[in-house]
T-cell receptor, first 115, second 113 residues
Framework: DTEVTQTPKHLVMGMTNKKSLKCEQH?????MYWYKQKAKKPPELMFV???????INESVPSRFSPECPNSSLLNLHLHALQPEDSALYLC??????????????FGNGTRLTVT | AQSVTQLGSHVSVSEGALVLLRCNYS??????LFWYVQYPNQGLQLLLK??????LVKGINGFEAEFKKSETSFHLTKPSAHMSDAAEYFC???????????FGKGTRLHILP
């Protein structure tokens, strides 16, 4: 069982919908991440939060809006998505942002389909 | 910029045979290297990591990897493949100048009965 929990597991949404993806960890990690993974591709970094503050935004379109309400929770708010945004969205956490010393712990992802 | 290259997008081995997944890195500074595994419909799981303490790194599930600076390689091996090893394997390097992990394109491991 993974220690990073993502909900929902699957999500189908229309291009005019607003939805949110949720991620939770209780390992005391202070860095949390959103990745996007297309089929047969490696994960692509979207956002990094360090101590609940956004520290990296990899030029992600504004239709994706991250939020970190507290050190255990990470949300990704979705609005006006396009079909090409369909992918597996992975949340990860690490003890700190120094990835060489604290590897990433991934959730099982949310499989998003935009119709 | 740091990068990793995984040779072979698909590798097939027979059950019980040696597993060898290749990874070469490019880095202008001493690298930190990782192998992650992804089973179907799951997230990535860390197999092992190299952080300069020892060149031969042992990981979970019987996997190990050897850091060879002269060859800029960090190949993953397992002496005897099991059906449960079938998965996608990602080699990754840490760019500790900005604390990002850069993933290779992945290698799909198939285990033949």
């Amino acid at each position: 069982d993974t220690e990073v929990t993502q909900t929902p597991k699957h999500l189908v949404m229309g291009m005019t919908n607003k939805k949110s993806l949720k991620c939770e960890q209780h390992m005391g990690h202070r860095a949390m991440y959103w990745y996007k993974q297309k089929a047969k591709k490696p994960p692509e970094l979207m956002f990094v939060y360090s101590y609940e503050k956004l520290s990296i935004n990899e030029s992600v379109p504004s239709r994706f809006s991250p939020e970190c309400p507290n050190s255990s929770l990470l949300n990704l708010h979705l609005h006006a998505l396009q079909p090409e945004d369909s992918a597996l969205y992975l949340c990860a956490s690490s003890q700190a942002r120094d990835s060489y010393n604290s590897p990433l712990h991934f959730g099982n992802g949310t499989r998003l389909t935009v119709t | 910029a740091q990068s990793v290259t995984q040779l072979g997008s698909h590798v097939s081995v027979s059950e019980g045979a040696l597993v060898l997944l290749r990874c070469n890195y490019s880095s202008s500074v001493p690298p930190y290297l990782f192998w992650y595994v992804q089973y179907p419909n799951q997230g990535l799981q860390l197999l092992l990591k190299y952080t300069s303490a020892a060149t031969l790194v042992k990981g979970i599930n019987g996997f190990e990897a050897e850091f060879k600076k002269s060859e800029t390689s960090f190949h993953l091996t397992k002496p005897s493949a099991h059906m449960s090893d079938a998965a996608e394997y990602f080699c990754a390097v840490s760019d500790h100048r900005d604390d990002k992990i850069i993933f290779g394109k992945g290698t799909r491991l198939h285990i033949l009965p």
